[in-house]
């Protein structure tokens, strides 16, 4: 009986043995899996930040998961879910270029329509000044803040420079924003001024 028991015993032991080399045996593998795709993310963070922020959370969270597991040498667990999630990995590059592209596309679209309107717009009122600044037109300009109208004007001038220059040294971001600017200057003085702007292109 004793016999039997060392046996089973030594058997226990072997199979243990046999179970810790196998998992020693993965450690290696899921550490390279880790480190692939924390290299992966890293390389692709900045551009999935602004353009695919949830995706890169996503992925992340399960990169933790996998150190974790890892942390609790369960190597094999890593293997088997280390390939999709480093696919997934892969993947944020691609997902935030064609959200980029996506998102500057209709910023364009923007900045043509602003571009094509502002400076009509901005002659329109230039021109409304001029007649109003007229002494033969001063019964027609009472109740109205001329000077006010034309450094409203002046800066609205500058700001559109402004966005110029930044969709010359292609910040669409920065042009567009301040082409808007400009828009919502132009209209209220035009409103100051009691002129009505043309309509905007429809976008092609």
Do not use: H
Request: aromatic fraction near 4%; charged fraction near 20%.
């Amino acid at each position: 009986m004793q016999m039997i028991q060392r046996v089973s015993r030594y058997a226990l032991i072997s199979m243990v043995a046999i179970v810790l080399a196998a998992c020693a045996g993965q450690k290696e593998p899921a550490q390279k899996l880790i480190g692939d795709i924390e290299s992966t993310v890293t390389a692709a963070s900045a551009e999935a930040a602004k353009y695919v922020p949830d995706q890169l959370a996503d992925v992340q969270a399960k990169l933790g998961a996998l150190k974790a597991s890892f942390d609790k040498q369960d190597y094999a667990g890593v293997v088997t879910a280390a390939p999709a999630v480093l696919s997934e990995a892969q993947g944020l590059a691609t997902a935030a270029a064609a959200k980029k592209d996506a998102v500057l596309k209709a910023l364009n679209d923007e900045w043509s329509g602003l571009a094509g309107s502002l400076p009509g717009d901005v002659a329109a009122i230039q021109s409304r000044i001029d007649m109003l600044s007229k002494k033969s037109n001063k019964k027609l300009a009472a109740g109205i803040d001329v000077d006010a109208a034309k450094v409203d004007v002046s800066e609205a001038t500058s700001l559109w420079s402004k966005a110029q220059a930044a969709f010359a040294g292609g910040n669409l971001d920065e042009a567009v924003s301040t082409a808007k600017e400009v828009k919502a200057k132009i209209k209220a003085v035009a409103a100051s001024l009691k002129v009505d702007l043309p309509p905007a292109a429809a976008a092609q």
